[in-house]
């Protein structure tokens, strides 16, 4: 199943269950975000902890796309 298609060092959705994929990893973005700015006591704190799950989050996407992407032709 192609849910993803590579350019260059990124995947880009190419079909519904892509997209569901990407928005909700926007979506757990937003939320972390909010859930640990609610518990830090300043911005840095706030950004170290945010940027780190972010980091997380991107790996996850990177491999699920590395493993749905669309094949790519060899051509001879």
Known sequence: ME?????????IPVSI???L???A???YAIYLFIDIDSRSH????TL???????????IVYS???AFTQEKQ???N
């Not at 170290?48 to 991107?58: D, H, Q, S, T």
């Open 42 to 45: 300043s911005v840095s704190d």
């Open 73 to 75: 032709k060899r051509q």
């Open 17 to 19: 269950i892509g997209w």
């Open 21 to 23: 994929i990407f928005g």
């Open 25 to 27: 990893g926007i979506i």
């Open 63 to 65: 491999v699920i796309g």
């Open 48 to 58: 170290m902890n945010w940027i780190f799950n972010c980091l997380i989050i991107g």
């Open 3 to 11: 849910l993803f298609k590579r350019k260059g060092i990124f995947f």
